[in-house]
């Protein structure tokens, strides 16, 4: 099966730094997720971005379907963006459903 | 538009005993799927439900069972509970069973095995 993986599993800033998740796919996938799990455990949703780039607010991402990598990336953090981050993989093997990474966690300093 | 909602939050059984958790999908969705995440873990796929029938399984058990009725909300229901069934349970909505179809999550729910 499709094997995901994030990168790195973990990282600390302080509040006001940028940065840049990483998600791996090794193979082709009709569907990519980015979440975020807050500290009572749901997961909500940043991105549905399969290929191309969005943005929303300080949170943008961009995937390269053809080199199958992902990029969650986070600017001018604040400490409300600690958690975890998961990105998920479907493709027309799975069914429809996600295959996760085991996430970044990503602690934000004041 | 009402969000994905699950119940209860939080639970603890004891070994061997049976329990059932709830989910009610996300207005207009008819597709549920249920995904067990333990402690560190990103969250791994049970089963998903789609028209009523169970459309897909991970690798689980037949002591994880399911159900989806017709107004699209459904039950995981787990018997002869082990210390290692102890995790977040997390269900997720989306429009269709196809593989580019958006998912969106419940609170989850937190199982304690004791």
């Known amino acids: 099966g499709i094997q995901v993986e994030q990168s790195p599993p973990d990282l600390i800033l302080q509040e006001g730094a940028n940065s840049t998740l990483r998600c791996n796919f090794s193979?082709?996938?009709?569907?990519l997720q980015w979440f975020h799990q807050n500290p009572w455990g749901q997961l909500i949703n940043l991105f549905y971005?399969?290929?191309g780039t969005k943005q929303n607010g300080r949170l943008s991402a961009t995937t390269v379907a053809t080199e199958r990598y992902s990029l969650l990336y986070i600017s001018s953090s604040q400490t409300t963006d600690s958690g975890v981050y998961f990105c998920?993989?479907?493709?027309?093997?799975?069914?429809?459903?996600?295959?996760f990474g085991k996430g970044t966690k990503l602690s934000v300093k004041p | 538009e009402t969000g994905v909602t699950q119940s209860p939050t939080h639970l603890i059984k004891t070994r061997g005993q049976q329990v059932t958790l709830r989910c009610s999908s996300q207005?207009?969705?008819?597709?549920v799927s249920w995904y067990q995440q333990a402690l560190g873990q990103g969250p791994q796929f049970i089963f998903q439900y789609y028209r009523e029938e169970e459309n897909g399984r991970g690798n689980f058990p037949p002591r994880f069972s399911g159900l989806q009725f017709p107004n699209y909300s459904s039950e995981l229901n787990v018997n002869a509970l082990e210390l290692d069934d102890s995790a977040l349970y997390l269900c997720?909505?989306?429009?269709?069973?196809?593989?580019?179809?958006?998912?969106?999550f419940g609170q989850g729910t937190r199982l304690t095995v004791v």
């Open positions: 998920a993989v479907a493709y027309g093997g799975s069914q429809g459903n996600l295959i």
């Open positions: 971005i399969p290929s």
């Open positions: 997720a909505s989306s429009l269709g069973s196809h593989a580019w179809a958006e998912a969106f």
């Open positions: 207005s207009g969705h008819n597709t």
């Open positions: 193979d082709s996938v009709n569907n």
